[in-house]
């Protein structure tokens, strides 16, 4: 099993910049895939951005070109760098990993944009 715990939601303006994390329960090495999603109220979960073990990327559409996602491989973390943030972007942000051939989810942050 995979526990992820996401840390550094919260309120910013339009325009601004945030950037989340998630702590992995175990080693980054063993886990396929690790990545985030968020779900807008009303809205289905959508993909943020992943990364693979091999370090390959991918982005939503919306995201691309201003979000960008790194893993820390030493402290089992991934980051999820958010930049040039619209209103649109208000959500609860989950962290995901794939381990083991199970899909797994942390427990959420919010992450709201607003003036």
């Known amino acids: 099993q995979v526990q992820l715990v996401e840390s550094g939601g919260g309120?910013?303006?339009p325009g601004g910049s945030l950037r989340?994390?998630?702590a992995a329960s175990r080693s980054m090495f063993s886990i396929i895939l690790m990545g985030w999603y968020r779900q807008a109220p009303g809205k289905e979960r959508e993909l943020v951005a992943t990364v693979?073990?091999?370090g390959t990327a991918k982005y939503g559409d919306s995201v691309k070109g201003r979000f960008a996602i790194s893993r820390y491989n030493v402290k089992n973390t991934v980051?999820?760098?958010m930049?040039?943030?619209k209103p649109e972007a208000t959500a609860v942000y989950y962290c995901y990993a794939l381990f083991g051939g199970t899909n797994y989810w942390?427990?959420?942050t919010q992450v709201t944009i607003s003036s």
């Open 106 to 108: 942390g427990q959420g």
């Open 52 to 54: 693979s073990r091999d």
């Open 79 to 81: 980051y999820l760098q």
């Open 20 to 22: 989340v994390s998630c």
């Open 83 to 85: 930049n040039s943030l």
């Open 11 to 13: 309120l910013v303006q």
